[in-house]
């Protein structure tokens, strides 16, 4: 007989639920600026550090501070914030669309405007992004036309995927941007598979892709990770750690016992994490990855830590799993008040040009709309013509489609 | 109960009934599922009987293979069939494999859960209908419910199997039993008979059909959402069709499709996956195999386009009331 | 040229025409591939354009369809079909639909070729036919060719399909046309005319089935092996049987089937995965679809028993030529 | 116009291709006995050094040195010394068998036997093993008849898996040894599924599972660690990196960026690398590795360096993509030799008592052999009833399958 003690199963708990008072108190904020800057060129296992701390740009007074400041002119910096805002002004509007009837479905980036917008803006407009769907910030940033996003999620006459994708299933070739799809984490092995192309062929062009820290325990994060790694790719892999997938909280993802960013030091490769709400740092940690791939060096892992401030989707209730005013306690506030501080703090911006550009933002959005919706909304019946479904599942539409065209009669 | 509450029930049974059974999936734990089907059984069971799970299907899988191996139950849910196939190796290769090679040394005794089909406006990845590929499986069953009544005694059915099962739920008429004519309201469960669901512990049996309509003069072979297509079909047409709901696809019931055919010589098969190599093929070339000589004009399919489900054509894709008339129009024409 | 041969030969004329072409897989680098069917062309070719990958299937066909979206027309190796789950998700969910779901913005010119099928004693994991998984997939193409001459255009127009196919490669005939009879020795390819393979470039067009024997009184469909298997059967039955080779699964070359059974009035399907929801299920259904009122008896499925392949039972599980006979027969009789 | 330099793909080579003279120079191979033994309940952060060293006990003089010494006695050294002659006597007449004809395929483990017997002598006889093809050596630790194991590769009438499986396909659910696959890693989560639900039922067994270094590329070996580490499973991971995938070097697994044992840390599990040829480093980790699960913390990751000094399996030829030589030049040495050395270092052991043990396995294997060639070899008639091949497919046949028996006739 042996005795031994009997095992259990653990089962991780988020600190709070509906009813508690969020609780963060769990969580380490390191000061801006205290985190040090090796070359972009530095072997991975010198820098291992770097995926357990957390690097922060922009300080509690909004000054920049510390190695990673990048140092980005009052131009560039007024635009970040524009298009932030411009971002959640498209969301909101959108969500509201969702909520009368105008459409099925809609997500938004709110809090988390920076890890796409910040990204696309260090990266080059040809460097190709392998997006999820809560990414719409780097079609903004490249000047992707509203109208046409809001025609995609109304599925209407002049939606550019022909009323064939959910909402928000954006794709843009031409922006360097990959169709989006509802399968998650499949985009990210796919990136390096782009990145190979391009080093391949020669080309100066990198990839980055970006999936949500639930998303890092598909089988395809490992796909990713590891084909980057023997093949030294020139992508750029972000893990947006919102804290949340759907109803459950990053530590069913793992993230409790480690940091997203540490995956990477088993695959050899560097491991960045970073303040998501951070314009600045979120800038200057992808710039530095870039630069790394430029220069034939790899991949990167980048762990963007942010907070999910809204639902999931539309069809999401967050108040059911996690207290209401948890994000009014998230630690590392919100990207574009941290971001409009800055430049306040700077001199280079106002309470009233803020104003000002808010109205603006929303205007542009209220405009688009009106254009979008001339278009159609879902349900109604200026819709691309029924005849274009059986199209493009090939090239050329084989017998059996052209038989099933005839039967529906169009 | 409607479906979704059927199927809470379901589980919440197995869940006092047997220690040995646990559940767990995305989302399933604290929040009660997207759909809401698990909602109340971690409150009441505990966490390690009802706890989410990592968004990797392939693991879920995988671990309710192991758990089934030391001698557990368990049931898992995936989200939307739409993200079984991450699992599809675990299942092909594992699942339906252990019992064969192991000659019945191991096996997995384990329920896969997961909402299918179209009609909700969800897009091509929250719309598919992947049953066919798992009937071409040897190793696995494959489960369909109708209604809330055979949805909560197949699935206890199911969890109490021996061999793994995929129990396919048809979303779309989680609520209420849609009939396809999307322009008119849906009747609520609670108008169905179908809907007076014991609270206890019953089976509906894996492998056996259900006549849901008696006719004479054509066989309609459906499962899950197009039970209901069939039926309104059959009343919109005015023929006397004899409706069948299959409920389970694999093993089927042959012995029912056999004799409805055998006496009306006419048959339409309605599925809302895509046509090619869809269910309705296996279905069609049983059906001739068998009743060739009192065939006395072809099989119809009436299914999904042979393309992804389109957000913005929902109702130009599914198979509704419209195309299946049509279909019993030139079954009974010949 | 063999067919081993005959495939190395495709992706070497398509390596030296098309700087964009690029081959990967496990063990097809150096090595050449556990079928030998890469041998030389790293050598040739360079390390970038044919190389060794890790051993993860999924890993590999997500690379290649990013590689397809930048411009490149990637053609990597499964080992095995029977390992080609791993990728079924990236298979499915994005090769298949990225040109419907991003309105041709992006596409997956990609070639998948993966060996399949039995009578090599490999057991279970080494002897599976999957096809008929992927002609339920709308959005993928699936080539199975049964002579080195087929073999070797099919892949080249693969190669350049701007669709992603998906080439199962019969492994059993890879050295020649093994026709069933497990008793007798095998004729190498070099007897048979169609290993008379041009060394340069020409295409056999996807979608084209080939009339491999005229016959008036029945007909047999197959692909892959099961094509010398018809052929040695029509011989052993002494029955003018017409034998045609799909060559192309999807799209199916409905027109080639139809004229024929047309003709005949008898169809007699063949192949080699398990029975149910297989290829053979959808042919039969299109047969009495289109050929109804001309068909004089059942139509015939001769397949794989739906059992995994049993290492010990491998002639008893071939559907070799007595099983195809006696179908034949059957099929004559009524 | 970017003047950025064009990127290049870069493709992994090993150091030595057939022709070229065996190269280890690379390998860095530390003294035994250096690597620190911390308690087996340190918290993974603490002992990430572990993943980057290699645990070894015996000493060039076979002198069993250092913290990781398991202080074995002679009887139980002797006891391993046996099982690992014996499984290489079993081997080599299987492998014969093979070419004989006897049989379609096999494959050896010769130089690796102390990865899975170690292992097997540090677990409990009731720990649930999930191994590859390569660990029959647990098999044969555990008593299981030689002959039922012949019979299995012969596929014969007395067979226990009925002649449907590969040979060395074994399954025994009494000895705790899970039906193998031929699909790569698919054991490696199941094995977790198992341990979680030993803990959920409050038992005391935990598990362990083997996968090669080229499996570690699978989807599984992520959804492994990834389970494991967020329920804290009590379960052994460990990796045989034996160096070749088939003809593919360790560096197309990712070997050559880092260790394998390092992918434990991005899940926060310990990651032990260990001398794989060394029993008695195996023996020490394995139990470390137990201690620790059976004290309810959860998973370990253990890379046993070693070396596949035979072909991948019959159907496979090593001199055609590395020196056929590389495996004398091999730092680590052999198993066999290695305990040998060391027992006859203690007085425990001779050439003599040696000699007559490999007489006596090989007798051994040899009269097993006679009894399971008498039950029938592969092609033979004694086989398992034609009958069988249509059952356990479910637990009762279902009518499609009995007519498809019917129509065979049997
Ligand atoms: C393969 C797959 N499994 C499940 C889902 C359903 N699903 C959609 S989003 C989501 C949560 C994702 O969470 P995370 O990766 O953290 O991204 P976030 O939404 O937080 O940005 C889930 C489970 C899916 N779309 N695909
Ligand atoms: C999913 C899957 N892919 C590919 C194969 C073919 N295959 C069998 S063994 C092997 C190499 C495995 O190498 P490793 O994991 O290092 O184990 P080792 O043989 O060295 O012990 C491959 C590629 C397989 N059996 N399963
Ligand atoms: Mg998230
Ligand atoms: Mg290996």
């Given amino acids: ?410 | 109960m409607n479906m979704i509450q059927a199927i809470n029930s379901a589980m919440d049974v197995m869940l006092t009934r047997d220690p040995n059974v646990l559940i767990f999936g995305e989302d399933v734990g604290y929040f009660g599922g997207v759909f809401r089907a698990t909602e109340g059984l971690q409150k009441k069971h505990g966490v390690t009987r009802c706890f989410d799970t990592p968004i990797g299907e392939g693991g879920i899988v995988a671990v309710a293979i192991g758990m089934g191996a030391y001698g557990l139950r368990p049931v898992v849910e995936i989200q939307f069939a739409d993200y079984i196939y991450p699992a599809f190796d675990q299942l092909v290769s594992e699942a339906a494999r252990l019992r064969y090679r192991s000659a019945g040394d191991f096996t997995a005794p384990m329920t896969v859960r997961t909402p299918y089909g179209g009609g909700i406006f969800g897009g091509q990845t929250h719309s598919q209908s992947p049953e066919a590929i798992f009937t071409h499986v040897s190793g696995l069953k494959t489960v369909i419910p109708a209604t809330p009544y055979d949805a909560k005694g197949l699935l206890i059915a199911a969890i109490e199997d021996n061999d793994p099962v995929i129990f396919l739920e048809p979303k779309r008429i989680y609520n209420g039993p849609f009939d396809g004519h999307h322009d008119r309201p849906v009747q609520p469960w609670s108008k169905h008979p179908a809907s007076d669901v014991p609270d206890g512990y019953y089976t509906v049996p894996l492998g056996k059909a259900a006549v849901v309509r008696e006719g004479a003069d054509l066989t309609v072979l459906a499962y899950g959402t197009m039970v209901h297509v069939a039926l309104a079909s059959a009343e919109d047409a005015q023929i006397d069709a004899e409706v069948i709901d299959l409920r389970t696809l694999l093993p089927l019931d042959i012995d029912t499709i056999t004799k409805s055919v055998e006496k009306t010589g006419r048959c339409v098969i309605v599925h809302e996956a895509t046509r090619t190599s869809g269910f309705g093929a296996e279905l069609s070339a049983l059906v001739q195999e068998n009743c060739f000589h009192h065939l006395e004009a072809p099989i119809e399919r009436v299914t999904g386009w042979d393309t992804p489900y389109p957000h913005a054509f929902e109702w130009d894709y599914f198979p509704g009331p419209k195309r299946v008339v049509e279909a019993m129009r030139r079954a009974m024409e010949t």
């Fill in chain 1, 1 to 410: 007989m042996k005795n031994r003690k009997p095992l259990s199963l653990r089962i991780p708990e988020p600190e709070a639920r509906p009813g508690d008072r969020p609780d963060f108190s769990g969580m380490q904020v390191p000061e801006a600026g205290i985190v040090r800057r090796p070359d972009p060129d530095a072997p991975d296992h010198e820098i291992r550090d770097l995926a357990y701390s957390l690097i922060r740009v922009l300080d509690d007074n909004g000054q920049a501070v510390g190695p990673w400041n990048p140092r980005l002119d009052p131009e560039t910096l007024r635009r970040g914030l524009r298009v932030m805002m411009l971002t959640r002004a498209y969301d909101d509007r959108m969500y509201r669309a969702q909520r009368q009837g105008k459409t099925s479905f809609y997500m938004k980036c709110t809090g988390e405007e920076a890890c796409s917008i910040a990204a696309a803006f260090a990266l080059d407009r040809d460097d190709m992004c392998f997006p999820s769907y809560r990414q719409q910030g780097i079609l903004i940033a490249r000047d992707y036309p509203l109208v046409t996003m809001m025609c995609q999620v109304y599925s209407n006459e002049c939606d550019p995927l022909k009323g064939r994708q959910l909402p928000i299933m954006y794709s843009s070739k031409k922006d360097s941007f990959f169709t989006i799809s509802g399968n998650l984490g499949t985009q990210f092995p796919q990136a390096v598979g782009w990145a190979m192309a391009s080093a391949y062929k020669g080309d100066d062009r990198i990839a980055a892709s970006w999936i949500g820290d639930g998303t890092t325990a598909e089988g395809d994060f490992h796909q990713a990770l590891n084909f980057a790694s023997v093949y030294r790719a020139p992508v750029i892999l972000n893990v947006v750690n919102n804290q949340w997938a759907i109803s459950s909280f990053q530590g069913i993802a793992g993230g409790e016992e480690t940091t997203f960013a540490s995956r990477a030091i088993g695959y050899g490769l560097p491991g960045l994490r970073v303040d998501g709400n951070d314009f600045l740092a979120v800038y200057a940690a992808t710039e530095w990855a870039a630069t790394r791939a430029r220069d034939n060096q790899g991949a990167t892992l980048i762990e963007l830590y942010t907070y999910r401030v809204e639902g999931h989707s539309t069809s999401d209730d967050p108040s059911r799993y996690r207290p209401s005013d948890e994000g009014k306690a998230w630690p590392l506030g919100d990207p574009i008040d941290r971001l409009k501080t800055h430049l306040i703090a700077l001199g280079e911006w106002s309470e009233e040009r803020h104003e000002q550009t808010q109205k603006d933002v929303v205007e542009q959005v209220r405009a688009a709309n009106k254009e979008a919706e001339s278009h159609g909304v879902l349900g109604g019946d200026k819709k691309p013509s029924v005849k274009t479904m059986f199209e493009d599942v090939y090239e050329e539409m084989p017998w059996h489609l052209r038989r099933q065209r005839q039967q529906l009669g169009v």
